[in-house]
């Protein structure tokens, strides 16, 4: 048995429990979609579909925490913010409430370990969680930290690098990141999208109708 695998059938039941907690109000939240923040991702690749795999390979090993790392850290947060707003999206209704709801906890609890505003504007976090990857990426610290400003990291720049380097583990970010990748996938496996979506299942991953999209 893999460790994501053990850590997902471990931590399922409390995960739902969780979910059906805490991700209730982000859930019922208006929520408009809105473009992932430059540099989180390949560019070229669907973003839904790339920002779930990206956040399960992140988050990979994060129970245990993930030290110098910060470059990886920012990006996974910076998609947890952007996730948590766009599954609240209809194009991803038939993804279990539980999993959606599991990404805004991670989303909670990724803020909570870098010390950023709990009450922060998701989209405001995102982009400069973007800038300080795409700072760090190319070895600019300094531009790393003026990217994450006191009005969203009260502590400032510097420290927040220093969680970005550190956060601590963060078990909720590897359950759920892995169980909503797992969603997905089951979902593509059989068939489980809207009829609106027209891309085919590959034929090494069993499919035989559409997904929401492209691989």
């Known amino acids: ?13 409390a995960l739902l429990a969780a979910g059906g907690l805490g991700g209730c109000a982000e859930l019922r939240r208006p929520n408009v979609a809105w473009p992932v923040p430059p540099g989180l991702l390949p560019p070229g690749e669907e973003p839904g579909r790339a920002a779930v795999n990206a956040m399960a390979s992140d988050m990979l090993g994060a129970s245990d925490g993930l030290r110098d790392q910060p470059a990886r850290v920012a990006r996974a947060a910076g998609l947890m913010e952007w996730m948590a707003v766009e599954l609240n999206t209809p194009r991803w209704q038939p993804v279990p ?3 959606r709801g599991g990404i805004a906890l991670a ?3 990724m803020r909570g370990a870098l010390g950023a505003d709990p009450l922060a504007d998701s989209p ?3 982009a400069a969680l973007a800038g300080a990857h795409r700072a760090l990426a190319r070895g600019d610290r300094a531009g790393a930290a003026a990217a994450l400003p006191r009005a969203l990291f009260p502590r400032g720049g510097e420290a927040a690098l220093l969680r970005l380097a550190d956060p601590g583990p963060l078990p909720q970010g590897e359950i759920s990141t892995a169980f909503l990748a797992e969603r997905v996938r089951a979902l593509d496996e059989v068939n489980g999208w809207g009829a609106d979506f027209d891309t085919p299942v590959p034929a090494d991953r069993g499919g035989r109708g559409p997904v929401p999209f492209g691989l």
């Not at 048995?1 to 039941?13: D, V």
């Open 1 to 13: 048995m893999t460790r994501r695998r053990a850590l997902l059938t471990l931590s399922w039941p």
């Open 97 to 99: 409430a539980e999993a």
């Open 107 to 109: 989303r909670d609890e």
């Open 124 to 126: 405001r976090l995102a």
